[in-house]
């Protein structure tokens, strides 16, 4: 693991993180000379946020209808939250365009879940009759019923 450590050193790798995992030392480190050659485009943002969180993908802004120069990441690794926030948004500055601004990171998570519907339906009709009597000019009286 030291090796692969002074290895990085010696490649100047500026997004290896020394607390990681063997396995994800190795990747980084096989994938340098790529990412070196696209640093700051969306595949190189790309590659080593699979590589070290599994999964994920960069929106850019006209995809989906924000300002000139921002992104958002998207990905389904509920571990991108609070507790390893600030070590993605670190190894994120490596790797990304300076002028580029992060804008969101959206985490879809999807499942099964037994769903029940049930409609019910509740009418109500209301009436109001009124009857009353009123005088005509000739005295005589009329009954009046009005329904509402």
Do not use: M
């Not at 290896?16 to 050659?37: G, L």
């Not at 006209?62 to 070590?87: D, K, M, V």
């Not at 099964?112 to 000739?138: K, N």
């Amino acid at each position: 693991e030291s090796e692969l450590d002074e290895l990085a050193w010696e490649l100047n790798i500026p997004w290896y993180d020394t607390s990681a995992s063997i396995a994800i030392k190795r990747e980084v480190i096989k994938a340098s000379d790529k990412v070196h050659s696209r640093l700051g485009t969306k595949w190189a943002v790309e590659n080593v946020i699979r590589t070290y969180f599994g999964s994920g993908f960069v929106s850019e802004w006209w995809e989906y209808g924000g300002e000139p120069g921002h992104f958002r990441i998207n990905s389904s690794n509920p571990s991108i939250n609070n507790e390893r926030l600030n070590e993605f948004l670190r190894l994120l500055d490596k790797v990304k365009r300076s002028s580029a601004k992060l804008d969101s990171i959206v985490i879809s998570l999807s499942g099964e879940l037994p769903l029940y519907v049930g409609v019910a339906l509740h009418e109500v009709c209301r009436e109001q009759y009124a009857i009353g009597a009123t005088q005509t000019d000739t005295g005589a009286a009329v009954a009046i019923l009005s329904v509402r």
